[in-house]
């Protein structure tokens, strides 16, 4: 375990609206010129959702590409672009699958399951997953609950997720009333990994809802893990008030982490603990 700390924004996400918040970034300029503030508040990497001209979620590689290009030459070659394949009840797994293809991304993040929804899609899911690992994609894999993680777990042992070493993502708070995460969500997560060979073979990652995001990040980033932050997930500082960008919680973030003098991460370092094969 390397003890370098990344940072990942995510800006918008797939659901919320500039009517939640007015810096809410739905246009590809809005989310580059966040991501450049981002950057320089802190932040390694970008957690990328793009929006139609009606602001609604999509997955359209054209808007990926216009969007990663965006990206890159407002904040830089350093920042680190993680696309999404979130579902959001519209795209199915083909349509996932054909989206990474597609844009031929540095990193990306995955629900298993959302790309495995019975037994009968595994066959097409370890092509996947053997052609992304293949193709030096960097894979991300979000686990919502301790259950997911053992199916994961039994995927990796299967062979349908293949590599040596995983990168996960655990979402806390997302199943629970008004989506307000508690760090006590992360007991059963990293108990579990450290069954199963712990940061000698898992990279992780926390994204936490609610007002408690900054304590949960705080949380994870002392027992090793990393931190994704951002209005996808809350909107709201550790003093409870509502931030005012995505810049200021990643601001508020590298404040709270302080203490715990963990060196930020390269690129390099970055991608690995995204998933980029070895």
């Excluded at 375990?1 to 996400?13: E, K, Y």
């Excluded at 997955?59 to 979130?86: F, H, K, N, S």
């Excluded at 996932?96 to 031929?104: F, G, I, N, P």
């Excluded at 092509?127 to 199916?151: K, N």
């Amino acid at each position: 375990m390397t003890n370098s700390l990344a940072t990942m924004v995510a800006p918008n996400g797939a659901r919320k609206l500039p009517a939640d918040h007015p810096h809410l970034p739905i246009t590809i300029a809005a989310i580059a010129a966040e991501a450049a503030a981002c950057r320089a508040a802190g932040a390694q990497a970008l957690h990328l959702h793009v929006r139609d001209d009606a602001g609604r979620h999509t997955l359209d590689a054209a808007r990926y590409l216009a969007a990663t290009e965006a990206v890159r030459r407002t904040a830089g070659p350093d920042m680190v672009v993680q696309i999404t394949t979130e579902a959001v009840g519209i795209f199915k797994p083909h349509e996932q699958m054909a989206t990474v293809r597609a844009v031929m991304p540095q990193a990306v993040s995955i629900a298993p399951k959302e790309l495995i929804p019975d037994s009968a899609a595994e066959a097409a899911a370890a092509e996947f997953y053997g052609w992304a690992h293949r193709s030096g994609i960097a894979v991300q894999h979000i686990v919502y609950a301790v259950a997911e993680l053992d199916w994961l777990l039994d995927l990796i042992g299967r062979g349908i997720v293949p590599g040596a070493r995983h990168s996960l993502i655990f979402p806390l708070g997302r199943y629970v009333a008004g989506q307000e995460s508690d760090p006590s969500e992360l007991a059963p997560f990293v108990t579990r990994l450290g069954e199963h060979g712990g940061t000698g073979r898992f990279d992780w990652w926390v994204c936490a809802f609610g007002r408690a995001e900054t304590a949960s990040l705080v949380a994870a980033a002392a027992l090793g893990g990393h931190c994704r932050v951002g209005f996808e997930n809350s909107f709201f500082n550790a003093d409870g008030s509502q931030a005012g960008s995505n810049s200021e919680r990643v601001t508020n973030v590298q404040a709270a982490v302080a203490g715990l003098r963990r060196p930020p991460a390269s690129r390099e370092e970055t991608l690995r603990l995204l998933g980029r094969p070895a």
